[in-house]
């Protein structure tokens, strides 16, 4: 599955191949998510990785040689409603209500606003984070003091934590698994990349 940094880097270059007709330089890919220029390195390394994930082609070697197949998402009339049919207890029992109306799902499947990532590991079980979830996140490199974000650490490894500054000139990770200790970081080594807004549970 793709990072949020390779979602970033996709939506660039289809925004750029629809405005020129031809694909963006890797210096120009780093300027267009908002990183450094100097970064073209790590561009390169995620370009090559989306390439080897079939969700884009890099043509014969070139300046300009990038063809994208990685989503082109459509923006048509989808129907992202789902009917809301009642409450449910899930503790003291409440009387069955069936009130048909419906809960309109459209702003968390906007392609330039969220993204769906795949949990791996158990360190956010104690907010009913499981391994195999997914976590749907908005798009942002913004928190509040508490959210649950993405978060890049070092420009390599995304995490799903707790934020927190209350830590002079750091900012701390906080997972929810009673096992595992919170890490404290220099602000430089952190990158937001999303804040966790909801969870799909899939069952298999």
Request: hydrophobic fraction near 40%.
């Amino acid at each position: 599955m793709a990072t949020p940094l390779q979602h970033k880097i996709c939506d660039y270059i289809e925004q750029y191949l629809n405005e020129h007709a031809y694909s963006p330089s890797l210096t120009e890919i780093a300027r267009g998510i908002g990183i450094s220029p100097k970064s073209v390195s790590l561009i390169s390394r995620n370009i090559h990785a989306l390439a080897k994930e079939g969700k884009l082609i890099l043509e014969n070697k070139g300046y300009r040689n990038i063809r994208l197949v990685c989503h082109s998402r459509e923006s048509g009339d989808s129907n992202h409603a789902l009917p809301l049919v009642g409450r449910i207890a899930a503790g003291v029992p409440i009387e069955a209500i069936e009130d048909r109306q419906s809960l309109d799902l459209t702003s968390l499947w906007q392609p330039d606003g969220h993204f769906v990532l795949e949990v791996k590991g158990d360190s956010m079980v104690d907010e009913g984070i499981l391994n195999g979830d997914y976590v749907v996140c908005r798009q942002t490199g913004r928190a509040q003091e508490g959210d649950i974000v993405v978060a890049l650490i070092d420009q390599q490894e995304a995490t799903l934590k707790r934020i927190s500054w209350r830590v002079p000139e750091r900012i701390t990770l906080i997972p929810a698994n009673i096992a595992l200790k919170p890490k404290a970081y220099v602000p430089q080594r952190v990158q937001v990349q999303g804040v966790f807004v909801g969870l799909l549970r899939l069952r298999k």
